[in-house]
């Protein structure tokens, strides 16, 4: 599955932003799909999480400021960012867990990343 980021640009702190990323491709379904992030000069961290189901994880530093939603039936999972911070500022990536058959294992996929910037 491929997996298209977008959203991303320069925000005030404060700020908010929404985040998209759009699944394509012949699969048999796609299980959790999730948001990582990676600040300047940082390790990559899982920002927020949703399950095939619906159920939800976030990181501790954005819980109560992102919200993470799904849309089945347009592939696509959004990332809403409110109150943003600079620290907030990093490469977003998505990522989804599909089966490319019914008894397929599952893999993972990864979209090619939308930069964030929150700067006055």
């Known amino acids: 599955v491929q997996l298209q980021a977008s959203g991303g640009g320069l925000v005030q702190p404060g700020g908010s932003l929404r985040l998209s990323c759009a699944a394509s491709?012949?699969?048999?379904?796609?299980?959790?799909m999730a948001w990582y992030r990676q600040a300047p000069g940082k390790e990559r961290e899982l920002a927020a999480r949703i399950s095939g189901g619906g159920s939800t994880d976030y990181a501790d530093s954005v819980k109560g400021r992102f919200t993470i939603s799904r849309d089945n039936a347009k592939n696509t999972v959004y990332l809403q960012l409110n109150s943003l911070k600079p620290e907030d500022t990093g490469v977003y990536y998505c990522?989804?867990?599909?089966?490319?058959?019914?008894?397929?294992?599952?893999?993972?996929?990864w979209g090619q990343g939308t930069q964030l910037t929150v700067s006055s």
């Open positions: 491709g012949n699969v048999f379904s796609i299980g959790y």
């Open positions: 990522t989804a867990g599909y089966r490319k058959y019914k008894y397929s294992d599952l893999f993972d996929s």
